[in-house]
């Protein structure tokens, strides 16, 4: 069974750096897209940064050139950098990753969620 498993979440001040981790654990076959998403409460879960099988990666436009995401394809674990950190980049963040595992159904699969809490 596949598990993606975050860490990395906490409280930082303002202007600071964090970097989240997903390690997708389980018998996978592959993986098409490994992302984070950010929710707060109220609102929709959103796409923060994403990154395709081919090394192609995408940024919400709030976080271009503060973030960057990064994978090892070895271990299937990817990572969430974050610097300069702005009060709203607060929220909890959901790793997410589009695969196929050795046994089950291809499709979209969520971590816990790891809180992240930026102050002023």
């Known amino acids: 069974q596949v598990q993606l498993v975050e860490s990395g979440g906490g409280l930082v001040q303002a202007g600071g750096s964090l970097r989240l981790s997903c390690a997708a654990s389980?018998?996978?076959?592959?993986?098409?897209?490994m992302g984070w998403y950010r929710q707060v409460p109220g609102q929709q879960r959103e796409l923060v940064a994403i990154?395709?099988?081919?090394?192609?990666?995408s940024y919400a436009d709030s976080v271009k050139g503060r973030f960057t995401i990064s994978r090892d394809n070895v271990t299937n674990t990817w990572y969430l950098q974050m610097n300069s950190l702005k009060h709203e980049d607060g929220g909890v963040y959901y790793c997410?990753?589009?695969?196929?595992?050795?046994?089950?159904?291809?499709?979209?699969?969520w971590g816990q969620g790891t809180q992240v809490t930026v102050s002023s």
């Open positions: 389980g018998t996978i076959r592959s993986i098409n897209a």
């Open positions: 997410n990753a589009v695969l196929a595992p050795m046994y089950g159904r291809h499709g979209n699969y």
């Open positions: 990154i395709v099988s081919g090394g192609i990666t």
